[in-house]
């Protein structure tokens, strides 16, 4: 796969969940914020590109005021709106994030009656679905698969394969989180499902090993070619990351990182400047080595997104 996309003004939306953050620091106190392993992606993805693409959000939200205000975050990020269904009397999840002393991160969660649980279920979401094959990219995550619940999931996988039929490519990032799955099985099902859809997957290999107990690198490569999947990024914390796409083989190093503040998001940055040099034009391995580059700025800062005035240029 040389190109994704064979035009300069790709349009790309992002599918998921976004949360009211709460960063706990070491003396107790909270600093509020919001994040979600998609947005967070969507976020960095429109910085990186500018008025080169459109980046929208597909999501739901209530109608209180801390939808109000992610709305007029994404807005000022230059992320699309329209495909953003506002669910009277609805709320977003939360979560917090407490950091030990080495930069990793223990997570809370208060999401079960999250809005984006219906993201996909109400009658106001059929113009949506309809919408989703005139993309040119699809963008999804593990986390995005759970939350939706069985019908969201199975009406967005329809979606999906109408949008490849058009010619639109699908990513997945795995973003594994055994807590939200009632059983292995069920998530093992759901990401199998999935995989008949993707163009190009990114993979962290933590999560793999956990929901299909593979043994090593070269074992959840294999098993991706088998699948059928045109593109696989595995990504490997620290270590370099392994890409292949179509008969191309790529061991892309990481780069050093003087401390670490902060581990999240790392992955999300990783998946945002992967997917931007890609739609730019960029080789596998290029993005490979850009999304390092992005994830080891991320993660010497608190917090899922770090400031626009730290981006690379």
């Given amino acids: 796969m040389s190109e994704l996309v064979s035009?300069?003004?790709?349009?790309?939306?992002?599918?998921?969940?976004?949360?009211?953050?709460?960063?706990?620091?070491?003396?107790?106190?909270?600093?509020?914020?919001?994040?979600?392993?998609?947005?967070?992606?969507?976020?960095?993805?429109?910085?990186?590109?500018?008025?080169?693409?459109?980046?929208?959000?597909?999501?739901?939200?209530?109608?209180?005021?801390?939808?109000d205000a992610m709305c007029n975050i994404w807005a000022d990020e230059g992320i699309g709106l329209s495909r953003v269904q506002r669910l009277p009397g609805r709320l977003p999840g939360l979560y917090c994030i407490q950091t030990d002393a080495n930069g990793e991160r223990r997570f809370l969660y208060w999401r079960n009656e999250a809005a984006v649980r219906e993201c996909f279920t109400t009658p106001s979401a059929d113009p949506i679905l309809a919408a989703l094959p005139d993309y040119d990219?699809?963008?999804?995550?593990?986390?995005?698969?759970?939350?939706?619940?069985?019908?969201?999931?199975?009406?967005?996988?329809?979606?999906?394969?109408?949008?490849?039929?058009?010619?639109?490519?699908v990513v997945f990032d795995n973003n594994y989180r055994p807590r939200l799955w009632r059983s292995v099985d069920k998530a093992q099902q759901a990401y199998r499902a999935v995989m008949h859809e993707v163009d190009v997957a990114l993979l962290t290999e933590d999560d793999e090993q956990a929901l299909f107990g593979y043994s090593d690198s070269e074992q959840i490569m294999d098993a991706y070619r088998g699948l059928g999947v045109a593109e696989v990024v595995l990504k490997r914390g620290a270590q370099s990351c392994l890409v292949r796409a179509g008969e191309g083989r790529y061991d892309v190093p990481a780069h050093p990182v003087r401390k670490v503040v902060d581990t999240t998001a790392a992955g999300d940055s990783f998946s945002a400047a992967y997917l931007a040099k890609r739609l730019r034009g960029g080789s596998p391995e290029e993005a490979a080595d850009a999304g390092h580059r992005l994830a080891g700025l991320v993660i010497q800062h608190p917090g899922a997104v770090i400031p626009r005035s730290v981006m690379p240029v």
Avoid at 22 to 46: E, I, M
Wanted: with cysteine; glycine share 12%; aromatic share 6%.
């Fill in 7 to 67: 035009h300069s003004h790709p349009r790309v939306a992002l599918i998921g969940e976004c949360m009211i953050e709460l960063q706990q620091h070491a003396d107790g106190a909270l600093k509020q914020s919001f994040g979600g392993d998609t947005l967070n992606t969507a976020v960095y993805l429109s910085r990186l590109l500018g008025a080169s693409a459109q980046v929208d959000y597909v999501t739901a939200l209530g109608d209180d005021s801390f939808s």
């Fill in 137 to 169: 990219v699809l963008y999804l995550s593990g986390i995005t698969l759970a939350v939706l619940g069985e019908v969201g999931r199975a009406r967005l996988l329809s979606s999906l394969g109408d949008a490849r039929d058009r010619g639109a490519r």
